[in-house]
């Protein structure tokens, strides 16, 4: 195992910021498999299961049996992590930018594009090879002029070349759920089972460019680039990503973490990353992929104290209640009801909501969104 400490942009004089890598295994054999935690610093569970799963890690590479490589970034975001308001964390928006820390990552297929598209032959491994290193050159290149951007930088290179990026979150209040670009399903399947998520949310191109969709939308980019050219080149999917969101902010217990841990581990040995004398069995999933264009949010229809009628993880038909807003003033209750069929998988922790805020989302089988389908 090595670690690495890599200096951020300094925003201020006098102080600066660092953010560790973990790497297992040898570069460049093998596949690579690069995991984050905790990009929005504010969500702990990641952070914890990343401690666990450092340990798996140790044991296996000092026995052995690393195939490939794996790269673990347990605190992604020590900018985030840093950041109070009135004592309360502040890790989903850059204070000093106010981004998400989670969106606004370059569209690499466009950064690339114009290295790769006469660089492509017949053979789907070497278009691989080329455009991972069109990826490093663009990020090496890359001068931030931000704490934010250095940070965006510094991740995308220790990623660009994985195989499979996997980028831990949670919600507020949830079940285990799952997010993953179309292309990236057939691969990530058996994660979704092992990790016994009950809800996987299917897009391509949710829109903003968020960390995952930036490693693994590029493959499917440039495919449609060449198609659109004229230049039927084999490329491959390079990356799969996806972001797991492990449960509920509150969720942080050894017990949990330590499960995690284990299934990530076994995916791991799943995908011959790590050695396995016997491959690990995967468990029945525990629900069908829907479309993220199918995911209905519910919003607040007036101020007042929220309180839920459905528990995160119960399946919901169209029009049960879901939950009440209460104005004590008025003397008024407003329900909310579900407008689709499917499990509710996040909800808020807060109690008392404004008007027009969110309050859940539940996953629908029909997609009937477009557009920019993740929050803020």
Same mark, same amino acid.
């Given at each position: 195992?090595?670690?690495?400490?890599?200096?951020?942009?300094?925003?201020?004089?006098?102080?600066?910021?660092?953010?560790?890598?973990?790497?297992?295994?040898? *570069?460049?054999?093998?596949?690579?498999?690069?995991?984050?935690?905790?990009?929005?610093?504010?969500?702990?569970?990641?952070?914890?299961?990343?401690?666990?799963?450092?340990?798996?890690?140790?044991?296996?590479?000092?026995?052995?049996?690393?195939?490939?490589?794996?790269?673990?970034?347990?605190?992604?975001?020590?900018?985030?992590?840093?950041?109070?308001?009135?004592?309360?964390?502040?890790?989903?928006?850059?204070?000093?930018?106010?981004?998400?820390?989670?969106?606004?990552?370059?569209?690499?297929?466009?950064?690339?594009?114009?290295?790769?598209?006469?660089?492509?032959?017949?053979?789907?491994?070497?278009?691989?090879?080329?455009?991972?290193?069109?990826?490093?050159?663009?990020?090496?290149?890359?001068?931030?002029?931000?704490?934010?951007?250095?940070?965006?930088?510094?991740?995308?290179?220790?990623?660009?070349?994985?195989?499979?990026?996997?980028?831990?979150?949670?919600?507020?209040?949830?079940?285990?759920?799952?997010?993953?670009?179309?292309?990236?399903?057939?691969?990530?399947?058996?994660?979704?089972?092992?990790?016994?998520?009950?809800?996987?949310?299917?897009?391509?191109?949710?829109?903003?460019? *968020?960390?995952?969709?930036?490693?693994?939308?590029?493959?499917?980019?440039?495919?449609?680039?060449?198609?659109?050219?004229?230049?039927?080149?084999?490329?491959?999917?390079?990356?799969?990503?996806?972001?797991?969101?492990?449960?509920?902010?509150?969720?942080?217990?050894?017990?949990?973490?330590?499960?995690?841990?284990?299934?990530?581990?076994?995916?791991?040995?799943?995908?011959?990353?790590?050695?396995?004398?016997?491959?690990?069995?995967?468990?029945?999933?525990?629900?069908?992929?829907?479309?993220?264009?199918?995911?209905?949010?519910?919003?607040?229809?007036?101020?007042?104290?929220?309180?839920?009628?459905?528990?995160?993880?119960?399946?919901?038909?169209?029009?049960?209640?879901?939950?009440?807003?209460?104005?004590?003033?008025?003397?008024?209750?407003?329900?909310?009801?579900?407008?689709?069929?499917?499990?509710?998988?996040?909800?808020?922790?807060?109690?008392?909501?404004?008007?027009?805020?969110?309050?859940?989302?539940?996953?629908?089988?029909?997609?009937?969104?477009?557009?920019?389908?993740?929050?803020?």
């Amino acid at each position: 195992m090595q670690r690495i400490d890599h200096s951020l942009l300094s925003p201020s004089l006098g102080s600066h910021k660092t953010l560790t890598s973990f790497h297992f295994g040898t *570069p460049g054999r093998g596949p690579k498999v690069y995991i984050q935690a905790s990009l929005h610093a504010e969500e702990l569970p990641g952070m914890l299961v990343a401690h666990h799963l450092r340990a798996l890690l140790e044991a296996a590479d000092a026995a052995g049996q690393l195939l490939g490589e794996v790269v673990l970034v347990p605190v992604a975001n020590p900018l985030g992590l840093a950041q109070r308001v009135d004592h309360r964390a502040m890790g989903r928006f850059d204070l000093a930018t106010s981004e998400n820390f989670n969106r606004h990552y370059p569209d690499l297929a466009k950064a690339v594009w114009p290295v790769v598209q006469d660089a492509l032959g017949a053979d789907p491994v070497a278009n691989v090879d080329a455009v991972r290193r069109a990826m490093g050159d663009y990020l090496r290149n890359w001068t931030p002029n931000t704490e934010l951007q250095s940070l965006r930088r510094c991740l995308l290179t220790l990623a660009h070349d994985a195989d499979a990026v996997l980028d831990l979150h949670c919600d507020c209040e949830s079940v285990m759920h799952f997010y993953t670009e179309e292309t990236c399903w057939p691969q990530l399947e058996p994660l979704t089972r092992l990790m016994q998520c009950e809800a996987v949310l299917l897009a391509r191109n949710s829109g903003s460019g *968020p960390f995952d969709e930036c490693l693994s939308g590029v493959w499917w980019r440039l495919r449609e680039a060449l198609a659109a050219a004229a230049k039927p080149m084999p490329l491959p999917q390079g990356c799969c990503s996806a972001t797991i969101e492990l449960r509920g902010e509150a969720d942080v217990s050894h017990a949990l973490a330590l499960a995690d841990a284990r299934a990530l581990f076994a995916y791991l040995q799943h995908a011959q990353v790590i050695a396995s004398t016997t491959a690990p069995a995967l468990p029945a999933a525990r629900c069908q992929a829907t479309p993220l264009a199918g995911s209905q949010t519910l919003h607040a229809p007036a101020p007042g104290v929220v309180v839920f009628a459905a528990q995160v993880g119960q399946v919901l038909q169209v029009g049960d209640l879901v939950a009440e807003v209460i104005d004590p003033i008025a003397n008024q209750t407003y329900r909310v009801v579900a407008g689709v069929a499917g499990p509710l998988y996040a909800r808020i922790r807060e109690r008392y909501a404004l008007a027009g805020a969110e309050l859940g989302k539940i996953a629908g089988a029909t997609a009937f969104r477009t557009g920019e389908l993740l929050g803020a």
